[in-house]
């Protein structure tokens, strides 16, 4: 399943298909997006009033959906892969079946835009910028994380992680990695002060995670590696910020 990429180009959506049941695997393909969307959930507040929406582009299956229990949001989620959709209804998440550059919700409908592991996968992130900030409220919440257009960013994540037996092959295409000064900038068109930080998974957890992978043992929810704030944004970078007005 982790070479589903290899027949198809490079960030083919057609690859999220043939990687339906890795979803909600915790040690599967896509581990590493269930450990970005607990810190991406860190990010969110609770709800300041009755009604609360969040919409969370790029929403795939819901992954973020567990880490937002208690906040007080109705959960919405966009993403053009239907067999992902699926599942996240089934874990509460109201879908939208649409693509992130033209988003079918009005503007000002959100309290919180969330766009994890999006902006690295659309041709147009800018595209994807303006309608994140379009679809916020005044006062509303931006968070998001994504891949740097770095030549240590390339390396990372494509050459020596796709060699690894837990990053799906094909999965990215550098060429559409975003810098995170060009980010700031875009979300300042905007209306949003982005601020970026850099991030990674702990390294102790993450060795450990990959010893008992490779035992095929799995890895107790409670020791799944952490995502840690590091003092570099060249590789992987979350970012968060609020629209004036």
């Known amino acids: 399943m982790r070479d589903a990429g290899l027949s ?28 970005l ?42 993403d053009l892969t239907r067999s992902a959709l699926i599942q996240a209804a089934d874990h509460g998440v109201t879908v939208v079946n649409g693509d992130a550059t033209a988003v079918p919700l009005a503007d000002g409908c959100a309290d919180v835009v969330a766009a994890g ?4 996968h659309v041709p147009d992130w800018r595209a994807a910028v303006a309608q994140a900030c379009r679809l916020l409220r005044p006062g509303g919440l931006l968070v998001l994380d994504t891949l740097n257009d770095t030549a240590l960013s390339r390396l990372v994540a494509v050459r020596i992680a796709e060699r690894l037996p837990t990053v799906p092959r094909g999965i990215h295409d550098p060429r559409l990695f975003v810098d995170d000064r060009e980010l700031v900038a875009e979300c300042a068109r905007h209306g949003v002060d982005l601020r970026v930080r850099g991030v990674r998974p702990a390294v ?10 490779a035992r095929g043992i799995g890895t107790p929810p409670d020791q799944v590696p952490r995502i840690v704030p590091t003092a570099s944004a060249a590789v992987l970078y979350q970012g968060h910020g609020v629209r004036d007005g």
Request: charged residues 25%; aromatic residues 8%; positive net charge.
């Open 204 to 213: 102790p957890g993450l060795l450990r995670w990959l010893l008992r992978r």
């Open 8 to 35: 198809l180009p490079r960030n083919d959506p057609r690859q999220y298909d043939d990687l339906a049941g890795e979803w909600w695997r915790p040690d599967g393909a896509f581990a590493m997006l269930h450990w």
């Open 37 to 78: 969307a607990r810190a991406r959930a860190a990010l969110v507040p609770p709800a300041a009033r009755p009604g609360a929406l969040l919409v969370d582009l790029g929403c795939g299956a819901g992954l973020l959906a567990p880490h937002l229990v208690g906040k007080g949001y109705r959960h919405v989620g966009v």
């Open 117 to 120: 592991e999006l902006l690295e």
